[in-house]
């Protein structure tokens, strides 16, 4: 059974998304249960994989039999490893989350948005744990596409919003795809280890180099880098809250894999920072991306659209420190893919929760809101202090490996951004904190009522587990983050970056 | 100046792919109306696929199926030449190629209709001003 873990991640949540759609005819009631189901054999899969990883190194599994470079393989070592049980955790506890606000926002379509949601993780899973090239953008598109779906369910602009999104994804993963076929011109070859052993000898070939810029802006449209985010905010913010929880934490950081991953295995290291010698620039797009997101978020009056361009911001941090071309930032960038996925989980749950008593995320909306719902905002502050980047919690030390690495690099512009960015994010948070703790709750409009508390509306249990467990995970890791740097991410990244 | 135009033609097959891309980007950035730009859209995706297609062609070959495969003396009696058969594997991954693009064309139209049936109308600086008004 174990030896078949990296085709259950993907196979199991495929067909079930199959069985959910029949089902959705026959009683709604079953497409929860079969969703949680699925997921959860994803997740159990995943984490399974991630222990077998941990215990025998990379494993290979060949799908159908078929032998690499023929075949499609799927390749398992400690980046993609770590990676997966991420993602099939998010999407796990997300989905339980997620169950009492579907019901709320759309109770007749709760069917097909079980089939998107398990297709979604299928494509994201799958993405992760492939080992072709041209799988990969299959994969792609299908989380894309479940993706467009997923965001169009929500309020009123939310079409027009996913379109705009559509457009500039296609655009993205059609770079991808155009990229992909360079390589396979230059090397004959889909299959990412095999393209990396063929590679080395074709290091001077200008269609090698178009591929990897082509493929990089691909990947960066899909990521919302900097100049590339336009579509980010409006398509997650109208998103039903459900979606944006599911897709904000996931599809970005996903894309940040991808990146790394063709840097370190398809492209090699040696080619990406010392032959193309592009690591400079792309450092200071960074910069740039970071120092927008920042300044973007400041500009907002409403909590769910200042998320995402703080979302924006992290993407800068983790380009950034990919590109910083040390193991320092790679750790940082890597740790942050882990960290990031979760803080941003933790915030968008809360959106979730406040959307589902209040209808409204808007910063007036939030007034005196602690004392209605306490333990949500409680969650809200550890999520906060984390995205801050304050130790205990896990932000802390991801970005203390990004400037530990920025420093080795002596890319301080790097640094710079990174405290510019800590700093408003601290204005950021507590503003909302003070407009939460402080101000008088605007639903009751006579002056009288301020000396007897509000009564206490919090949203119901399944929301608030799944948040307490998120906001106990930003400690947890950040209280293991030696072991999983020490066990899991130093094997991950190649011996010759130093 | 004899050299670019050797250079163009001798591998028309990437110019003409670029000029198609460039022709759906073009649309995509600069069209008013939804629906152009999903067509510029289209335009741009079946650029790739048409490149990748003309990059399995070869002088010269013909299909890849084996002709005199099973008569005779049994399978591998002929020695198969991989230059007299053009390579088959783009234009098998392009068949997935042209199912992603399908779809992806039908999601956006369905949510065209969805944008028609909100704001009445598919021209973007319509649709901006009616969300302003708001």
Redesign the interface.
Known sequence: MSQQYPALLVIVPLLSAFIISGAGWVNKRLCFPIAVVALGVAAYSCIGLLLRVLDEGVIVYKLGGWDPPMGIAYYVDHLNGLVLTVVSMVAFLNLIASKKSIEQEFPDKTGPFYTLYVLMVTGLLGIVVTGDA?NL??LL?IAA?TG??LL?MGE??A??A??NY??MG??GA?FY??GV?YL??ATGSLNMVDIAHILPDLYQSKAVMAAFIICLIGVWLKMAFFPLHAWLPNAYTFAPSAASSLIAPLVTKVMIYVMIRLILTVFTPEFAFNILAVSKPIVWLAVIAIVMGAILALAERNLKKMLTYIIVAEVGYMVGGAWLGNRAGMTGAILHIVNDALMTLCAFLVVGNIVYKLKGYAFDDLKGLVRKMPFTMGAFVIGALSLIGVPPTCGFFSKWYLISGAIQAGQYAFMAALLFSSLVNVVLFFRVIEICYYEPFSEDHGHGHDHHPEPMAEAPLTMLVPLFIVAAGLVLVGLYTGDIVKHIIEFAIPQGIV | MGDLIQIVVAKYNYWIYITLMMIG?YA?IVKNN?VK?IVG?NI??TA?IL??VS?GAKKGATIPILEHGHDGHGAGAHMVHAVDYINP??HV?ML??IV?SV??LG??LA??I??YN?YNTLEEDE?LAQ?REK
Request: hydrophobic share 60%; glycine share 4%; net charge positive.
């Open positions: 041209f953008y299959v598109e596409l467009y779906g169009a009123e602009r079409p027009l996913a379109l559509l457009y296609t655009i059609c795809l155009l076929g396979y011109i | 980007l995509m939804l730009k859209m741009f995706q790739i490149y990748y990059t594997l783009p991954l997935t190629a992603v779809a992806t999601v956006a949510l065209a969805r944008i909100r649709i969300i």
